[in-house]
């Protein structure tokens, strides 16, 4: 079997580190790994796979030497300037930054959902949003069987999100500091607010999950809305999804959709108070649905909790799932 080489670049980051544990465990065909990060970090060793690899400093002659696939997560203008050094040089970067999203030219994919649309990729295919990520894998195989006319999206999100610094804001903030990261203390507290405000009065956050989601599900009709809440967790988003369908649906029916679904397990017993828990989903790589219930004020609706663990499934899982299966399809040939 054909064997690839793999870059990582930012794997001295959050997410970074968390590609390199889910490569550890999703074992791919792979040559050679490369592990990049800025200057500040060349020369600093990393264990992985067992061995112990130098951290290279990413620069433009980064990509001109054998390498398949790029995972990219160093942040935005990172990417943007970089992604397209390494595709000119027939690398295919899997980038987990907000740069390419919607950009009409790049796949937005997650692995469950729409595959195939890795197969039109021009060098790029982005990963999308971690809220994003967790509400599409519940909500395709609702939308395939019911179509989706509207979605309400309430999310819990958690500090790891906002990388280091949110993780250290909570744990210093429970002990009574002030926060650096976020605008008001996250200990004890909800902030409604994540990344920037815009005209509409939505944040960036929001409008990512409303515009994602349309591109993911191919479907620019969905009316959607969005509200994003940082909250006192550290890791795992929670949110609390409210659809409304075209067509009618049976209860029991839909909970064996969902259950027969790729990527999802079923934490739906609620008189044995059991319902998916960010506790229990941290560390774990699939999406937890469950408080599945008809919303009587429709007259087809639906309301979920769906949690997953937002750096590995909301971020490292799914694109090591894209090289994945952009490995298999080039398998095919
Ligand atoms: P470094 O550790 O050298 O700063 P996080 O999201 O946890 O802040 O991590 C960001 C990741 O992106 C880190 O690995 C960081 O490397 C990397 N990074 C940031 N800026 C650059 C850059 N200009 N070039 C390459 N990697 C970068």
Not at 191 to 206: A, C, Q, R, V
Not at 308 to 317: L, Q, S
């Amino acid at each position: 079997m054909k064997k690839y080489n793999i870059a990582v670049v930012g794997a001295t980051g959050m997410v970074g580190r968390t590609f390199l544990k889910v490569l550890e465990e999703i074992k791919l065909p792979v040559e050679n790994y490369y592990l990049m990060a800025s200057a500040r970090s060349a020369g600093q060793k990393i264990e992985f796979m067992g061995k112990e690899y130098i951290i290279e400093e990413l620069t433009e002659n980064s990509f001109d030497r054998d390498i398949d696939i790029a995972l990219f997560s160093a942040g935005g203008s990172t990417s943007e300037k970089f992604a397209p050094i390494a595709a000119s040089k027939g690398v295919v970067v899997i980038d987990n930054s907000s740069a390419w999203r919607m950009d009409p030219e790049v796949p937005l994919v997650v692995p469950e959902v729409n595959p195939d649309d890795i197969r039109w990729n021009k060098g790029i295919i982005a990963n999308p949003n971690c809220s994003t990520i967790q509400a599409m894998v519940a909500l395709k195989p609702l939308h395939d069987k019911y179509k989706i006319k509207r979605v309400v999206y309430s999310t819990y999100q958690a500090v790891s999100g906002a990388g280091l610094a949110g993780y250290q804001d909570l744990e210093n903030g429970l002990k009574g500091e002030a926060p650096k990261k976020f605008p008001h203390p996250i200990a004890g507290n909800c902030l409604p607010h994540i990344d920037s405000f815009l005209p509409n009065g939505y944040t960036k956050e929001e409008m990512k999950m409303v515009n994602e989601t349309r591109k993911i599900l191919g479907d620019p009709d969905i009316k959607i809305t969005a509200t994003t809440v940082r909250v006192p967790v550290f890791d795992s988003h929670s949110e609390s999804i409210n659809l409304e369908f075209y067509n009618d649906f049976d209860l029991a029916e839909l909970k064996e959709v969902l259950a027969n679904a790729p990527g999802i397990i079923i934490k739906d017993d609620p008189e044995n108070n059991v319902y998916p828990l960010a506790l229990d989903a941290a560390g774990t790589n699939e999406t937890y649905v469950g408080r599945i219930r008809r919303d009587e004020s429709v007259d087809s609706g639906v309301n979920l909790w769906v949690v997953a663990d937002n750096i590995r499934k909301g971020a490292a899982t799914n694109a090591v799932q894209i090289a994945q299966k952009l490995i298999e399809i080039w398998s095919e040939n």
